[in-house]
């Protein structure tokens, strides 16, 4: 539950990038059945199987509720090793950053509802747990469009103790642990607000931005296509005009022309007349 899909993963054989960098092509490489897509669908699987562990016998045998206690560590554990996994070698899907956030809400809910049936944990307390974790996966889908809200040192602490109180809630403790797994939830649920009152503010600010930037580019492309619409209407009407003068001109010299060649005719033919009486007065 760090905000970021770990699962978001999937492998193709090709050779781990340093510092965890995911490139393009490891994205469109990515294989479905890779080492951390399985363990997020294990961690899915475990889910239903935490729950019927944790109700066993009425819910409060501790035994039980030990081997729930297991199935829920084990689910918290798979998500930071599928995460590792993911970063160090790009095992990118689309199933992994569907599947991997459902996961481990999947699991952190379950094991809230479930505890505050069976009367361990206040009501409040998993509402306002829920409705954090709820609010803020819809706020990310809100802004993914701009930008996405990266995972914070804060929310990394805050889901160790979610995962750390839960557990101690889990296990059947009395005396001081239980005194102690009251405060370390609180803890967690400061930690849940605070985050998340911070993933709104990053939200709104990164909605402004983008909606900016797309009003800028909007107003970019705007003023190039009305740039581009002056330069071809001052292309054409200059060129229009150019064509016209000269050809108007060259036609007058072509009539010209015409006119001077009827006359030199007109000249060739009494000439021709001319010596024709000269030769018949010789006669």
Do not use: C
């Amino acid at each position: 539950m760090t905000g970021v899909p770990a699962s978001a993963a999937g492998g193709s054989g090709a050779k781990p990038v340093r510092g965890g960098k995911l490139g393009t092509a490891a994205v469109n490489q990515a294989s479905l059945w890779n080492i951390a897509n399985i363990l997020t669908m294990v961690r899915l699987l475990l889910v239903p199987g935490f729950v019927l562990l944790l109700f066993h016998n009425g819910g409060y045998d501790p035994a039980w509720r030990s081997f729930a206690w297991a199935a829920f560590a084990v689910a918290m554990i798979t998500d930071l090793f599928d995460g590792h996994l993911a970063r160090t070698y790009n095992l990118v899907t689309d199933f992994g950053k569907i599947a991997d956030p459902i996961a481990d809400k999947a699991i952190m809910g379950a094991a809230l509802i479930s505890l505050s049936i069976l009367g361990d944990l206040p009501w409040w307390i998993t509402g306002v747990i829920i409705a954090r974790e709820l609010g803020i996966t819809l706020m990310r889908f809100w802004v993914i469009r701009h930008a996405v809200i990266p995972a914070s040192r804060g929310g990394k602490l805050k889901t160790l103790a979610q995962g750390t109180a839960v557990g101690m809630y889990v296990l059947a403790l009395t005396g001081p642990l239980a005194t102690l797994r009251f405060w370390v939830m609180m803890v967690a649920v400061v930690l849940t607000v605070v985050t998340g009152l911070d993933y709104v503010r990053q939200a709104v600010v990164l909605r402004r931005k983008g909606l900016a930037a797309e009003r800028a580019a909007a107003a970019e492309r705007a003023a190039q296509a009305a740039e581009e619409a002056l330069r071809a209407a001052a292309g054409t009407t200059p060129g229009a005009g150019a064509g016209a003068g000269p050809g108007t001109a060259a036609g007058g010299s072509d009539g010209r022309g015409g006119v001077t060649d009827v006359r030199g005719s007109g000249t060739d033919v009494r000439g021709t007349a001319e010596t024709r009486d000269a030769a018949e007065a010789e006669r």
